[in-house]
């Protein structure tokens, strides 16, 4: 400090303004996150929904014919819906029950040097990019699917061969990615149970597993619920991953089929669209993000929940 | 029934069989990461040398190079840091230091929550209609610096917002017991104390701009090119205003054109960064936790 200020009550001025200065300038760079949150809102409702109005929302949203660049041009997403929402889901059917044995894997079961090795593995898939991710799609799960589709369809003359880009990779690949969220979650959620449950039931006859499946799981379900909603969240707005894995086209989302999800119906048409369809895209950017402003109010849902449990 | 002692265990075949699944549904995260980086290892060692790493692609020279992304991928990274971190630890200063708790806070950390609960491809179409059509600032560097900021906001400012807690009260009313004032107190006792996990917020947030595509795509664009230096270096300035791709992207589009070689080795590259990242995060919160030992 300067030799000016050693009076207690003497010569402040400068330093008040500075005090204030200070306040003022943390409080705005707090409600950044506010402001973004609003202009992203704002910003994705005007932008998605001249389409609605051009195209109509029925058209858009239970068409199932995706042509616009045809001479009669038709934008029904409702199979990018389908598939966004099948794909996501089977991802967690594949993803969660994994996840999770591998969360009590670390906090129950492993012996210290194993779990040693599992905790930084899953801490390095979490940091992965997806774009290595998707790569990696590309050149070994298609090829293997692939051969499952040929093994398959070998006599099934109607069948449209996809060389392996298909919603089962693209299913694999997402159910991959979101382990790392579910088994951190769900790992710090089994932690968080106390241990007089478990030497309660351990004392009482139960086996570990017993203990672990009938006392510790129900008692870490919200953390757990909260896991495999993050797990949605990850896994129906991932876009690079699977643009290219999942074949991109616009088809019924069986397992063999090609596929195209909200976001990499985005990715692949973005760059060259035009008018009417570029407003299409944003709409789909606008109903992918509903969907995900959902899972966040879900979210919230479980949070406020878990704390009035704990208390 | 006369194996009713204690020491008779029932046999329990279920128990051995949900016993191997936990171990095999761990191990499959290990296999899973051994995969990859053995293969992207064994198919992307083999691309990479000092031309790749050090030229830009040339039809003419007969290069490949990725020099320029790499230049794009500091960029974006210096330019973020540049604007989020102030913003981020501004925030987590004004949430954890002179907010009262109360709706304000509840709603700040709502938003700051769902922001990171955002996928990234929302956040590359705001970008490329907020900051790109309506602000006008195109596919530049720029652009997408500013869309990466609302990425890794909530990273820095939970980070700084953990470290502040774990700041002792006593050390706060030390401060203004002896006189000094609120902001004097925040600028040399408390981020000084906070600074290692401001650091960890830091490096977790380079590890997701290095790792990050969609937000990019539509946003810095594709650009590989180096920048250009200009009589006085202005043009390194002027690089900030044009589009340019970053190592992600160059790997999305060479996978795009299937030129896989290229893909492998910007893939081994990024590999690299992200665990050294990993290894650094690590080293950093052994750190934190050293400190907060009383």
Known sequence: MDKNTYSIIG??????TVERLANIIFTICAFIAVLAVLSISLYMIISGTPAIFEVGLKEII???VWRPSGAEPSYGILYVILTSIVGTFMSIII??????????????TAPKPLAAIVKPAVELLAGIPSVVYGLLGILILNPLMYKLESAIFANSPNHQFTGGSNLLSAVIVLAIMILPTVINISESAIRAVAKDYRYTSLALGATQIQTIFKIVLPAAKSGIVTAIVLGVGRAIGEAMAISLVAGNVTNIPFPFNSVRFLTTAVVAEMSYAADTHKDVLFTIGLILFVFIMLINLILNRIMKGGKENAK | MQNKSLYKKKPRPLDWFIHGLIYICASLSI?????????VGYRGISSISWNFITTVPSAIKGTVGIAGNIINTLYIIILTLLIAIPLGVGAAIYLNEYAKPGRVVRLIEFTT????????????LF????????????????????TLTLIILPLITRNTQEALKTVPDSYRKGALGIGASKWYMIRTILLPSAMPGIVTGIVLSVGRIVGESAALLFTAGSGYLLPKLGDYGEGLFKKILQPGGTLTIELYLSMEKAKYDTAFAIALILLII????????KYLSNKLNLDKRP
């Open chain 2, 127 to 146: 970008g490329y209609v907020f900051f790109g059509v309506t602000l006008k600032l195109g596919y530049s560097i720029l652009t997408g610096g500013l």
């Open chain 2, 274 to 281: 992200v665990f050294g990242i990993n290894l650094l995060t």
């Open chain 1, 11 to 16: 010569s402040n001025k400068s330093k008040e």
């Open chain 1, 62 to 64: 239970f068409g199932t």
């Open chain 1, 95 to 108: 993803g969660v029950p994994i996840g999770v044995m591998t969360a009590i894997f670390l906090a129950e």
């Open chain 2, 113 to 124: 929550e769902t922001l990171s609960g955002i996928p990234s491809i929302i956040f590359g």
């Open chain 2, 31 to 39: 296999i899973i990461l051994a995969c990859i980086v053995t293969y």
